[in-house]
T-cell receptor
């Protein structure tokens, strides 16, 4: 089945550090990738949608300068949390979908980000 | 606008018994419906989907779901629960056409006791 690889799985760093999270689709071309944030015992909150070669579309309330998204190829999207602060600590999950609209989204294993 | 309701925060069932996790949806158009499962500190794993055709959809790990258009429901079921089925289950919906985004329910924790 389709696999989405997300790295790193866990990051612990100091406040003010920028953190990059990678999301790769391993066996299909992901024309669209999604970034979610999940708080403990809650559902996934969509942060942004990115299409290959174009700017990401951010959901209301998500700071685009804070959460930089790059979808440079059909198999790779990155999320950079710039100047991270403790309130950015969360579980971030990427997802990818291929060009056929009836296919399900496939999810990475998530990144646990802890800002000290 | 589209929305998903999972009315139960938690479902408890004994191993070997049938289980049902409820989901109702609201969407203006033909829905794509999905069930995902999440284990602790992991991403979501796809279980099954409904697009068109038979209302009873079979998926991974013995799970199935029944699409009921009149009740706008898509309940997840399994005839005999396993302890290893204990996890967080999410129902999701998106529009049939175009590149609409998935809308998730809040999730239902399934606890299967030995």
């Amino acid at each position: 089945g389709a696999v989405v690889s997300q790295h790193p799985s866990r990051v612990i760093c100091k406040s003010g550090t920028s953190v990059k999270i990678e999301c790769r689709s391993l066996d299909f071309q992901a024309t669209t990738m999604f970034w979610y944030r999940q708080f403990p015992k809650q559902s996934l909150m969509l942060m942004a949608t990115s299409n290959e070669g174009s700017k990401a579309t951010y959901e209301q309330g998500v700071e685009k300068d804070k959460f930089l998204i790059n979808h440079a190829s059909l198999t790779l999207s990155t999320l950079t949390v710039t100047s991270a602060h403790p309130e950015d600590s969360s579980f971030y999950i990427c997802s990818a979908r291929d060009s056929q609209s009836n296919q399900p989204q496939h999810f990475g294993d998530g990144t646990r980000l802890s800002i000290l | 606008a589209q929305s998903v309701a999972q009315p139960e925060d938690q479902v408890n069932v004994a191993e070997g018994n049938p289980l049902t996790v409820k989901c109702t949806y609201s969407v203006s158009g033909n829905p794509y419906l999905f069930w995902y499962v999440q284990y602790p500190n992991r991403g979501l794993q796809f279980l099954l989907k409904y697009i068109t055709g038979d209302n009873l959809v079979k998926g991974s790990y013995g799970f199935e779901a029944e699409f009921n258009k009149s009740q706008t429901s898509f309940h997840l079921k399994k005839p005999s629960a396993l302890v290893s089925d204990s996890a967080l289950y999410f129902c999701a919906v998106r529009l049939y056409s175009g590149y609409s985004t998935l809308t998730f329910g809040k999730g239902t924790m399934l606890l299967v006791s030995p």
